[in-house]
T-cell receptor, first 114, second 114 residues
Framework: AQSVTQLDSQVPVFEEAPVELRCNYS??????LFWYVQYPNQGLQLLLK??????LVKGINGFEAEFNKSQTSFHLRKPSVHISDTAEYFC????????????FGEGTQLTVNP | KAGVTQTPRYLIKTRGQQVTLSCSPI?????VSWYQQTPGQGLQFLFE???????NKGNFPGRFSGRQFSNSRSEMNVSTLELGDSALYLC?????????????FGSGTQLSVL
């Protein structure tokens, strides 16, 4: 079985500051890694994904994440956040053979203050 | 291209009743999966359908069921509703069942059980 732990439930930051949202995972088999964002009253939108290859993955809206196999982590970063980045962020894993079945972390509420 | 459409957007039911939620995937997508989102349990996988066949099932009681039609539209049904079934139910579609396929989520159906 897989599990995902997001280490911070809430992250408040000021506008234009850098941010890192932390995600650790556990799995006995190879997995793909994802970050999703959820704005209020909306569904989930894919920010980025790691399937293989370069461990630094760039996504939409200026976000990037680094896969660290030895530490089983997949932290999300943005060098300068905007008010519009305020949302809930979910880290997720998917087994290479499990179709569309995602295992999600508990979520991190990012609040960007002026 | 229209996105994933879920109906209804909001639903209020009482304990013991049953409910049916609908999901229309993106045109051409044949895989539909369902997730339950609650403040306490987070996002949990319910089931996945591909070409009218259930491919994956999460750890939910038999009161939760689903089906997929030949046009790829999917419905999920919850019988004998309990208070704990109150949740946002999200549907996601993709063009195939490959684990590297991008999932597109709908805005969800907010179910309240009184």
């Amino acid at each position: 079985a897989q599990s995902v732990t997001q280490l911070d439930s809430q992250v408040p930051v000021f506008e234009e500051a850098p941010v890192e949202l932390r995600c650790n995972y556990s799995s006995s088999v190879s997995v793909y890694l994802f970050w999703y964002v959820q704005y209020p009253n909306q569904g989930l939108q894919l920010l980025l994904k790691y399937l293989s290859g370069s461990t630094l993955v760039k996504g939409i809206n200026g976000f990037e994440a680094e896969f660290n196999k030895s530490q089983t982590s997949f932290h999300l970063r943005k060098p300068s956040v905007h008010i519009s980045d305020t949302a809930e962020y979910f880290c997720a894993v998917r087994r290479e053979t499990s179709g569309s079945r995602l295992t999600f972390g508990e979520g991190t509420q990012l609040t960007v203050n002026p | 291209k229209a996105g994933v459409t879920q109906t209804p957007r909001y639903l209020i039911k009482t304990r013991g009743q049953q409910v049916t939620l609908s999901c229309s995937p993106i045109s051409g997508h044949r895989s539909v999966s369902w997730y339950q989102q609650t403040p306490g349990q987070g996002l949990q996988f319910l089931f996945e359908y591909f070409s009218e066949t259930q491919r994956n099932k999460g750890n939910f009681p038999g009161r939760f069921s689903g089906r997929q039609f030949s046009n790829s539209r999917s419905e999920m049904n919850v019988s004998t509703l309990e208070l704990g079934d109150s949740a946002l139910y999200l549907c996601a579609s993709s063009s195939s069942t490959g684990s590297n396929e991008k999932l597109f989520f709908g805005s969800g159906t907010q179910l309240s059980v009184l």
